[in-house]
């Protein structure tokens, strides 16, 4: 490992050497491709760098204790190679993590689908509660939420709702949250004071672009219609709506959002190749899955991976056994604890699969 630090560490130097070229600076493709990378670099390099330096004082103060020194330098000396060893073995634990395979589409933004599935109307209210905590959430990591489509039902519901999240990492935060979603509480609309239980389905894709998924003209059906939504004047009256299907997989998007027939369709198509892009992804893990799940779940829509339990505040992640008693905060898009946990459970596996 220390190899391939050394030649990180190299091409991080020399990157540092690249981007005070003149050439490079007057070439925005260029500077942009390896401001990237450096940045991408960055984190390891600094680890391996504080990492070589803990090393090099360790060796000194192991010198040291080997020479004729006085109780009270003993002592010193000895609290110092305590204190230089657990850091040497705390950076070397990170930089571990830090070194272990990328998600391709972690940097991606993502594209999300909410929608309401099993218990009717309390399903739809759920769903706007999950919209309304990711979008807050994403408001803590100064994110821009896009909404690109929604079917509400008349107590204020989602039934479905699509809405783009775009900043970095976005994918890398939010991969995790693909699966069925459990609430238990009281609804509005019941007079007799039962809890009952609801489920709604979060799905969570990576922005596609057009140089990884190219759909052809001839391969879709554009096909428009009146939006049926809230959204101004011109909304219900013109036919701005658009739905596009994908004739080879039948895989078809909807967007009414705006009052533009092409913007509308850009998003449309947007949502298409995510969905497509999806597809393809689940069809490759499953070719050398098996039967083998994630220790933080396969991220199939079907799976319940989480419990929302209003009479008891809780908030339960069934996959890596993790308990809150906050729930009032994780609705209000404080969810930073159960990414983590998420994030940690998944680099342990990894970590395993390395060995």
Known sequence: MLDKLQALA???????ELLCDPDVVNDSKKLREYSKEQSDLQPAYEAYTEYKNVSEELDAAKQLQGEKLDDEMREMVKMEIEELSSRQKELDEHIRVLMLPKD?????????????AAGGDEAALFAADLYRMYTR??????WRVELMDANMNDLGGFKEVIFM????GAYSKLKFESGAHRVQ??????????????TSTVSVMPEAEEVDIEILDKDIRVDTFCSSGAGGQSVNTTKSAVRVTHM????????????????????????LRARISDMMRQEEEAKYAGERKSKV???????RIRTYNFPQSRVTDHRIGLTMHKLDQVMNGEIN?????????????LMEQEV
């Open 297 to 303: 779940g396969t991220g199939d829509r079907s799976e």
């Open 104 to 116: 391709p589409n972690d940097d991606k933004n993502v594209i999300v689908e909410i929608r309401g």
């Open 137 to 142: 959430y994403a408001d803590t990591q100064g």
């Open 337 to 349: 604890e159960i990414v983590s946990a998420l994030t940690i459970a998944e680099q342990a596996e």
């Open 10 to 16: 190299d091409r991080y130097e020399k990157l540092s």
């Open 185 to 198: 509480r009281i609804p509005t609309t019941e007079s007799g004071g039962r809890i009952h239980t609801s």
């Open 165 to 168: 999240i775009t900043g970095r």
């Open 248 to 271: 080879p997989t039948g895989i078809v998007a909807t967007c009414q959002d705006g009052k533009s027939q092409n913007s509308n369709k850009e998003k449309a198509l947007q949502v």
